[in-house]
């Protein structure tokens, strides 16, 4: 390779690099900002998740209890396992949905220099 095509390939790379760099720094910001906007949905989320584990539970006391009152037992076994194969079903999206949040809360890596 001759000098003027090595030279014209270390501009090049250094045309990259501080190309790259800027991207990163765009991308930072860009992620700042989304952060921010969405730190307020997250404070709601939480406030509403803490505040509907006690009513989830009344309610789900008060309809067992409905349900035990007005049926037989073998219609309540019905309801039962109609309930049950719906919690089988949603249980993986609800574990994916605690992964997403789980890894919304956990604090930014360190930017590398």
């Known amino acids: 390779m001759s000098v003027d095509r090595l030279d ?3 501009m090049r790379r250094q045309e990259l690099l501080l190309r790259s760099q800027q991207l ?13 906007a969405l730190s307020g949905l997250d404070r709601f989320a939480s406030i509403a998740k ?4 006690p009513i989830a539970l009344g309610a789900a006391a008060l309809l067992m209890l409905s349900f035990m ?12 396992l109609v309930w049950v194969s719906m919690a089988r079903r949603l249980l993986p999206i609800v574990g994916l949905v605690r ?3 789980r890894s919304r809360q956990r604090p930014p890596p ?4």
């Open 24 to 36: 990163r720094a765009d991308l930072a910001a860009d992620q700042r900002y989304v952060i921010e």
């Open 50 to 53: 803490n505040v509907s584990k």
């Open 69 to 80: 009152r007005r049926a037989r037992p073998a219609a309540f076994a019905m309801r039962a």
């Open 8 to 10: 014209e390939l270390a």
């Open 99 to 101: 992964t997403f949040m």
């Open 110 to 113: 360190p930017e590398s220099p």
